[in-house]
């Protein structure tokens, strides 16, 4: 199916900036937190300042349309999930040899 590009996703979940009462901390939040689409605009905008953003990956695996926090070591995690997607590809990688 057709996949819907990341600007035009967030561009329907505009950020706001929040201050802490209490520490005076400002942070970026989305409007209607409750909504999937918010929290997706509040976690890219997280990893944008935090300076994560390359860690922010698409699932390699043809079938998976899935975005995930590259938690690995060296950044070079290729699947949303080992147990899933990477055991298929691994599984066809094997039976091909």
Known sequence: REVTPLGELLASAPLLVTIDEDDGSA???????????????????????????????ACEAVTCHWAYYDRSPAGRGRWCSMQVCGARAKMRRYRAK
């Open 27 to 57: 942070r970026l939040a989305a409007a209607g937190a409750a909504s999937l689409l918010s929290r997706t605009a509040a976690a890219v905008a997280e990893a944008l300042i935090a300076g994560t953003w390359t860690r922010l990956k």
